[in-house]
């Protein structure tokens, strides 16, 4: 997952995104699918903004 980030945000996989996706305060940019070392192709999102 590290090495499919980029530098200022904070990436994370669809099983996080899961956990915190009705947090009224947070808000996601879905990537798509991305090759995951070790896990395959899982869908990614970067945190957007936090309220």
């Known amino acids: 997952m590290e090495s499919n980030g980029q530098v200022g945000k904070v990436n994370m996989s669809q099983a996080t995104y899961d956990l915190l996706k009705d947090n009224a305060d947070i808000t996601f940019e879905s990537r798509g699918k991305i ?16 309220k």
């Open 35 to 50: 090759e995951a070392k070790g896990k395959g192709i899982i869908n990614m999102y970067f945190v957007k903004l936090f």
